[in-house]
C-alpha cells in the first residue's frame, strides 16, 4: 500500500481527524496522529490483511527544544509481508512542570518489543507511556535525577557521593 | 503510583521459591547482563533482565559531535562488529546528504569486504562462546584462532585491532594496503576446511545437540512482536535479511542465500537453529568475501589516481529531515534514526536501535519453566553484546 492508500484507509476507520498532519518533504514520508488515538491507528496497521504492519522496528522519544516545548514519539514500522515501512509520529505541547511528565498511550500491547523501547524513552527523556505495565528506567539507575536527552538536561553534581562530570 | 510488573513478580515470590542473581559479573551472561532469576528449585520461573550497567550516552555524544566525531563512537556499539555498524552510520549520512550514489564502486566493494570480514568475526565469537557455555573449550581457542587472521588484516588496512573508524562519510580512511587482496584469498583458502572442522567438532556432537535442540523455542510470531531480527529471526524459519530486502551498498550485485532454521536436529527456532543460521552465514560471507576479492582484482583494481577520500564532503550539513537507515548487522537490524536542522554540522536528535536490545528482551518470554543450565544456552544462542544493548 502506498502512502497515500494508507491516509485513506485511516481515515475511512477512525474518521478525518485522526490524521493531524504529514511530513513528505523527506525521503520517508510521516504522519503525524491525534496522540489519543496511536495505539489503535497501530493495532489497526498490524492487523489489516492490506497493511499487516507486524514488526516495530524502532520507537524513539523526541525532545524538538527549548523554544517549542514539544515533546514526541516516532514509531517506525516494518511491514514483513509487503517489505513496506511507514513512519508515524505523535506530538504534544508540554512546559517541562517536574510534577506532570508529557504522556502518550503505549503501543506494548501492539508490539512487545515496545516495552523495553518504551522503557527506554522515559529512562532518558521523561516520557510517560500511559497504560505501560512495567515503566521503569531501563539503562540508568532508578534513583537517577532527571531526563539527560532532554535539551534543558543539567546532570547531577554527586550521584551517591560520586562526582558527576 | 500503581506498582510495576517487576513490582508484583517480586512480591508475589513465594516461600519456596528463591530469587537468585545471576551476573552482572558472571562469563555466561557475556559482558554485564544481571538476570535476576525466580526459582523453584532447578527451575526458572520468571527471569527479568536488568541491563544499563555499559551505558556510555551513545545518544547524547551523537547529539553534540559532528557526523565524522561519532564514527568512532558507533565502533564502540557493537565492538566486535565495528566495521558494520560504522558502515551502517556513514550509508545514513550519505543518504541524506544525496551522495549515496556517487560513491566508487570500489569503496562500495571495500566497504562490503572488511564488513563481511567483521561479520565472520563476530560469528565466530559467538560460536566459540557458545561451545564455552555448553561446557566445549576447544571450538572457542579455534575460533579465537582463526579470528586473529581476520583482526591481523583489518589492522593492516586500518592501523586497529577492534575499533576500525575504518569508514569514512564519502570514502574510506586509507585505500587497501597493496598485498591486502592476495593474503585475504589466502586467508579464505585457510579457513574453507576450518569450518568444516568446526562443524565436525561442535555442529554435530550428540552432547552439543542434546542441550541446545528443542530448547529455547522461539516460535516466529513471537519473534517478530519482539522485533527480533538477524539470525534469532532467521533461526525461527523467516527468511528477512536486510541486506536483500533494502538492496544497499554492493550487494545487489552479489550472491548470497539467506540461510534459515529447519528444525533439523528439534524443533524451528530453537538453540540450535540459532546456531547453525551462523554456521551458515559465516559460509555465504566467505562466499560474497571470494566475489569481492574477484572484482578487486579485476575491473575494480587499485589504481595510481584511485583516492578513497577524493569524495569526503567539507562540511555535512544534511538537508532538515528525518531520516531512519537500518542495516543487517551480525546481530540483526541496526537502526539509525536522525533528526537534522539543516543548519548545523550536529545532529538534532539521534536514535540507535541495537539488535540485541530486541533480542534480548524477548529472553523472559522463552525462558519459563526450563532448567537453569538451559537458560545459559538461550543467553549464549542470542547473542547479545553489552556494548550496544545499553549504548
Known sequence: MTFEEIKILLTEKFGSDVIVGEETEGRQPALIIKPEAIAEVCLELRDNEKTWFDFLASLSGVDYGVEENIFGVVYHLASIPYKNSLTLKVRKYHDRSREELPAFPTVSEVWKTADWHEREAYDLLGIRFSGHPDLRRILLPDDWEGYPLRKDYKAQEYYHGIKVD | ?391
Not at chain 2, 310 to 337: C, H, S, T, V, W
Request: proline letters at 5%; one cysteine or more; charged letters at 25%.
Open chain 2, 1 to 391: 503510583m500503581e506498582s510495576t510488573r517487576y513490582q508484583k513478580l517480586i512480591s508475589g515470590v513465594e516461600p519456596t521459591e528463591m530469587v537468585l542473581n545471576m551476573g552482572p559479573q558472571h562469563p555466561s551472561t557475556h559482558g554485564v547482563l544481571r538476570l535476576e532469576l525466580i526459582t523453584d528449585g532447578e527451575i526458572v520461573k520468571e527471569v527479568i533482565p536488568h541491563v544499563g550497567y555499559l551505558h556510555r550516552c551513545f545518544e547524547k555524544h551523537a547529539e553534540n559531535l559532528t557526523y565524522q566525531q561519532t564514527i568512532p563512537f558507533v565502533d564502540r556499539l557493537d565492538y566486535l562488529a565495528s566495521m558494520n555498524s560504522s558502515h551502517a552510520w556513514v550509508m545514513g549520512v550519505e543518504r541524506m546528504l544525496g551522495i549515496d550514489g556517487d560513491i566508487p564502486k570500489r569503496i562500495e566493494y571495500i566497504r562490503v569486504l572488511v564488513s563481511e570480514l567483521n561479520r565472520i568475526g563476530s560469528h565466530l565469537i559467538a560460536l566459540g562462546t557458545y561451545g564455552i557455555d555448553i561446557g566445549a573449550f576447544t571450538p572457542f581457542l579455534w575460533c579465537f584462532r582463526d579470528r586473529e587472521h581476520i583482526m591481523n588484516m583489518l589492522e593492516w588496512a586500518s592501523g586497529s585491532r577492534m575499533l576500525y573508524n575504518y569508514i569514512w562519510v564519502g570514502g574510506l580512511f586509507y585505500d587497501l594496503p597493496v598485498g591486502f587482496e592476495e593474503r585475504c584469498k589466502e586467508f579464505i583458502d585457510y579457513f574453507k576446511p576450518k569450518m568444516g572442522e568446526l562443524n565436525e567438532l561442535l555442529t554435530g556432537n550428540e552432547i552439543f545437540i542434546s542441550r541446545t535442540a528443542n530448547v529455547g523455542v522461539l516460535p516466529l510470531s513471537t519473534a517478530i512482536n519482539y522485533g527480533c531480527s538477524g539470525p534469532m529471526l532467521r533461526g525461527s524459519g523467516l527468511k528477512w535479511d536486510l541486506r536483500r530486502v533494502d538492496e544497499y551498498s554492493a550487494y545487489p550485485e552479489l550472491e548470497f542465500d539467506i540461510p534459515v532454521g529447519k528444525g533439523e536436529m528439534g524443533s524451528v527456532g530453537d538453540c540450535w537453529d540459532r546456531f547453525k543460521v551462523r554456521i551458515d552465514e559465516i559460509e555465504q560471507s566467505v562466499h560474497i568475501i571470494s566475489q569481492c576479492l574477484e572484482r578487486l582484482q579485476t575491473d575494480l583494481k587499485r589504481t595510481q589516481e584511485f583516492d578513497p577520500r577524493a569524495r569526503l564532503p567539507k562540511k555535512i550539513i544534511p538537508k532538515a529531515q528525518d531520516f531512519y537507515m537500518r542495516a543487517e548487522n551480525p546481530k540483526g537490524e541496526l537502526g539509525f534514526y536522525f533528526i537534522t536542522d539543516g543548519k548545523s554540522e550536529i545532529p538534532k536528535r539521534v536514535k540507535a536501535r541495537g539488535p540485541s536490545f530486541c533480542n534480548l528482551s524477548v529472553i523472559s518470554e522463552i525462558s519459563r519453566g526450563i532448567l537453569i543450565a538451559d537458560l545459559i544456552a538461550i543467553i549464549g544462542s542470542v547473542d547479545i553484546v553489552l556494548g550496544e544493548l545499553d549504548r
